[in-house]
């Protein structure tokens, strides 16, 4: 037998519970999603409503109560847009005559979710980054006027920038409202000698066919989207040198400023763009799954910890010929598996956590943290009662590792219960090995951050509790080999004591988040508490 959880005393603390998770159980989950029958999960996909239907079951089994909207369901509405490959157009007007630019080979654009007809002409503005970051002393906008006018505007972000912040403050939706802000009609993005080393203009081609997704809001319009924005584009270094041909600065002294770090002014270009590109709308329904097991105290039951994980993958790979299935074992079977062990063990307490717990399964990950988005405008229990979110995300369960890494927790004092929880494990809390990446702002608890709610993220450490596992390598191969590819599936060596542990750590920093008696804050003067979270409390 496998005692679901005992709660026994261990100490004097209100976090004395110890969680005992069924690995056959998570095994289980794991293989059933990652299963061929369920094609990859890609969102709208019957694939991926199975799973939808059986993470419902699951919560049903385990006497949770539906918190969607549909039952435990929440369904969301998406318009799908795919760009009409062949449609395409940019030319550039200058005294010299009209240039026009190749697509794909010169420039890239994407899909427009608002129009299926996109036309855009104007004159152009260099805008730097195009960012503005008051507590960084940073306005690419101070001294120039893009009204009514397309920036033109480097990809990324200053060197200097810290990583999370810059990540937020880089991103293309808070680039594109910097330019709507200040009246500007279209967006032109060129690459930079760093983007190129990290993200190849070669190995975005890959991508054009992708469709783009958004959620449809109470209006029955595309959500996060700038209408005022009549088009946008991606230059290669060799068309932006068409752009910049006649430039008051060249592209080179550009260039030559970033390599040290400075920050390009902006100015005026000379000539008119004009750009065009037709692209296909369909409309598509895809499931969150949402339920909550009821808190013990009968003020902070109302407040709610929540779990997330997304159940959706990536479906199909398009260039495989023989095993085309991404079944997504690692992303994100795991952290699903992972999530409905945690949502049973909770249930079979006997002495259940003050506050309620909130278990919210979301789709459209892959396509850009959709589902968590939507349930974060808007969610089935007040957004002020979310006091944190633990999310799930392709923990890599192959090795027994040492030590956690918690994105997130350096934001908030959710950091205490963090390192507690590992604590009790018998491992270790590490630093972000991975500053870089911002990974922080790159999975579905943004959703929630970004709503002011404090969140955690953990993944499995770099260090192994078997000296002859390296998991710092373990986790690079399971990057460059099996990551967004078919070979992401049951066939992988899992380690079962690793999902073991996973799961006890994450459940009990879930059960010490819901039985503290504050609910968890945002660290004083902390960039996302006071950007996201002004109006809470
Ligand atoms: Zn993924």
Redesign the pocket.
């Given at each position: 037998m496998v005692s679901a959880l005992s709660a026994v005393a261990v100490g004097q603390g209100n976090d004395a519970v110890s969680f005992e998770p069924d690995t056959n159980r998570i095994k289980s989950h794991l293989f059933f999603l990652a299963d061929d029958l369920l094609e990859g999960r890609d969102t709208g996909s019957r694939g991926h409503n199975i799973a939808s239907l059986y993470i419902a079951t699951e919560f049903a089994k385990y006497g949770l109560k539906p918190m969607g909207t549909d039952g435990y369901m929440q369904p969301v509405a998406f318009r799908k847009a795919t760009l009409v490959q062949e449609s395409p157009s940019f030319t550039l007007t200058t005294d010299e005559g009209e240039t026009a630019l190749a697509y794909p080979k010169e420039y890239l654009t994407g899909p427009d979710v608002l129009n299926q007809t996109s036309q855009l002409s104007g004159e152009m503005v260099f805008a730097g980054y195009g960012i503005i970051a008051e507590e960084l002393d940073h306005n690419d906008y101070a001294d120039i006027d893009v009204d009514g006018k397309i920036v033109v505007i480097l990809s990324g972000k200053p060197e200097s920038f810290p990583s999370e912040m810059g990540a937020h403050l880089a991103s293309g939706s808070q680039k594109a409202q910097y330019a709507v802000d200040h009246g500007a009609i279209g967006m032109i993005s060129i690459t930079t000698p760093t983007n190129e080393k990290v993200r190849p203009y070669q190995s975005r081609l890959s991508y054009i066919h992708t469709p783009s997704l958004a959620w449809i809001d109470s209006e029955g319009e595309p959500a996060n989207r700038f209408p005022q924005l009549k088009g946008s584009a991606y230059l290669s270094e060799g068309a932006a040198r068409k752009l910049f041909a006649d430039a008051p600065v060249s592209l080179d002294d550009i260039y030559a400023q970033l390599a040290e770090d400075k920050s390009p002014k902006g100015f005026a270009l000379p000539g008119k763009v004009n750009m065009s590109k037709q692209s296909q709308h369909s409309q598509i329904t895809s499931p969150n799954v949402v339920a909550a097991l009821e808190g013990s105290d009968p003020e902070l039951k109302n407040e709610y910890v929540v779990f997330s994980a997304h159940s959706d993958h990536i479906g199909f790979a398009k260039t495989v010929k023989k095993d085309n299935i991404n079944n997504g074992a690692m992303?994100n079977a795991s952290g699903t598996a992972v999530m409905l062990e945690t949502a049973r063990l909770f249930s079979q307490m006997e002495q259940k956590p003050k506050r309620s717990i909130l278990f919210v399964s979301v789709t459209g990950e892959?396509k850009g943290l959709l589902g968590a988005d939507y349930f974060a405008h808007n969610p089935t229990v007040p957004v002020s009662s979310m006091v944190a979110d633990v999310n799930l995300d392709?923990p890599i369960l192959t090795y027994e590792f040492a030590d956690v890494i918690a994105f997130g927790a350096s934001h908030s004092d959710m950091k205490a219960s963090v390192e507690q929880a590992a604590a009790n494990a018998g491992i270790e809390l590490s630093p972000d090995p991975w500053p870089e990446q911002a990974l922080f702002t790159r999975s579905d608890h943004y959703a929630f951050v970004k709503q002011g709610v404090p969140s955690v993220f953990l993944v499995p450490g770099l260090k192994s509790k078997d000296p002859n596992v390296d998991g710092s390598k373990v986790f690079g191969e399971f990057l460059s080999t099996n990551y967004?590819k078919p070979s992401d599936d049951v066939n992988q060596k899992f380690n079962w004591d690793a999902a073991r542990t996973f799961a006890e750590v994450n459940a009990q920093i879930g059960y010490t988040l819901a039985t503290q008696q504050q609910k968890p804050t945002w660290n004083k003067g902390d960039f996302f508490g006071e950007t996201f979270a002004k109006d809470r409390q």
């Open positions: 992303d892959e392709m967004h």
